[in-house]
């Protein structure tokens, strides 16, 4: 399939389990870069899904037959949106579709009177910080943190997410 064949559109309700097969399937691409413990994680739930979904913030990518094969999730942090999740089913990958969710989020973040979309990622992946960088993100430096994107981060340090080096970012539109 080629990148006009998909289409980028809000989540619905029945899809959100779908969403955890998804990010299951797209984290195994980080044991190629040494990153494995990632998939020893637990997924996004349900429950963090529907919270999202029933504030508009939950978005897919589907293929020709309307299937999903890729979402961005979002969460209202420290008044922005934050890209808490975003994935695409590597069989599907290569394809301009993170670019194309990244961009839509961006676009609805501006849409709702939005100044700015942050995320964490770990840094020098190919499909992380740099993919950021060449959306227009920037590295955020720690005193530029708010609160809750602050406990965000020590969220992921608690967890073990940020065994290895993780940036924060900013878009400001």
């Known amino acids: 399939m080629r990148a006009r064949d998909y289409t980028i559109r809000p989540a619905r309700p029945e899809e959100l389990p779908t969403l955890i097969d998804i990010e299951t399937e797209s984290d195994e691409g980080f044991r190629e870069v040494g990153f494995g413990f990632v998939t020893e994680f637990e997924p996004i739930s349900v429950l963090v899904l529907e919270s999202q979904h029933s504030q508009h913030l939950v ?3 589907v293929d020709s037959r309307d299937l ?3 979402f961005a999730l979002v969460k209202i942090v420290d008044d922005g949106f934050h890209l808490l999740q975003m994935a695409v ?4 990958g290569r394809r301009g579709l993170g670019k194309r969710l ?3 989020v961006i676009a609805a973040a501006g ?3 939005y100044h700015k979309v942050t995320l964490t990622t ?3 992946i190919p499909w992380n910080e740099p993919f ?3 959306l227009g993100f920037r590295r955020m430096q720690a005193n530029e943190l708010g609160v809750e994107l602050t406990a965000i981060v020590a969220g992921e340090r608690s967890m073990g997410v940020a065994a290895r ?3 924060s970012m900013q878009l400001d539109l």
């Open 59 to 61: 978005w897919v990518v």
């Open 68 to 70: 999903p094969v890729g």
């Open 89 to 92: 089913v590597p069989a599907h």
């Open 102 to 104: 990244a961009q839509a």
């Open 111 to 113: 849409e709702r009177g």
């Open 122 to 124: 770990f840094e020098n």
């Open 132 to 134: 950021y960088a060449k």
């Open 165 to 167: 080096p993780r940036v």
